[in-house]
């Protein structure tokens, strides 16, 4: 069973526009953590946003939130006016349980946001 | 920057040959792991390692054998490569001494292309 959905394989947005990227998670544990990252056509993997199963308020890092609902299992990124650089595949991936303190992590399909001038 | 360089960064070879491929970090990372994307599929993690010679499997192992003789580098190796390795292969690293989460930072990315 997949364990992380991104079910918008693209979107398409004008510039300085808000844009939701959608994320659902399926796990049974009660300990995880969340993570979203940007990979531009250069290829490079970029970290932007992490949140903790335990995290009571929702994480911000600039321009980028992480809207965590955790009875809905979903862990949306929200990117506020939208620049053309923000042009880039974006994947969702998930923590699982820890062993030894290695992160295994379990990456969506990802999607492609394209801004539009 | 996470101190995290990867070789080569796009090799061919043919079906059958052996291929390695090296991840080098200069920061003293305990936690290493190799990955690769294909479309479709997101990234899927093929090795870790969690320590000096201490390694194990992922997801996608088969086919797969990794090595880590030294804390700086961490080996990937395809004894006889298919074309389904056909892939972009991404190292990365952690650092974690306990449950709390830290960040996993990637390397550039490695093109391998198997004829």
């Known amino acids: 069973a997949q364990k992380i959905t991104q079910t918008q394989p693209g979107m398409f947005v004008q510039e300085k526009e808000a844009v939701t990227l959608d994320c659902t998670y399926d796990t049974s544990d009660q300990s995880y953590g969340l993570f979203w990252y940007k990979q531009p056509s250069s290829g490079e993997m970029i970290f932007l946003i992490y949140q903790g199963s335990y995290d009571e308020q929702n994480a911000t890092e600039g321009r980028y939130s992480l809207n965590f609902q955790k009875a809905r299992k979903s862990a949306n990124l929200v990117i506020s006016a939208s620049q053309l650089g923000d042009s880039a595949m974006y994947f969702c991936a998930m923590r699982e349980d820890p062993i030894q303190g290695a992160q295994k992590l379990v990456f969506g399909q990802g999607t492609r946001l394209t801004i539009n001038p | 920057d996470a101190g995290i360089t990867q070789s080569p960064r796009h090799k061919v070879t043919e079906t059958g040959t052996p291929v390695t491929l090296r991840c080098h970090q200069t920061e003293n990372h305990r936690y290493m792991y190799w990955y690769r994307q294909d479309p479709g599929h997101g990234l899927r993690l093929i090795h870790y390692?969690?320590?000096?010679?201490?390694?194990d499997k992922g997801e996608v192992s088969d086919g797969y054998s990794v090595s880590r003789s030294k804390t700086e580098d961490f080996l990937l190796t395809l004894e006889s490569a298919t074309s389904s390795q056909t892939s972009v292969y991404f190292c990365?690293?952690?650092?974690?001494?306990?449950?709390?989460?830290?960040?996993?930072?990637f390397g550039p990315g490695t093109r391998l292309t198997v004829l």
């Open positions: 390692s969690y320590g000096v010679k201490d390694t």
């Open positions: 990365a690293i952690s650092e974690s001494s306990s449950l709390m989460v830290d960040t996993q930072y």
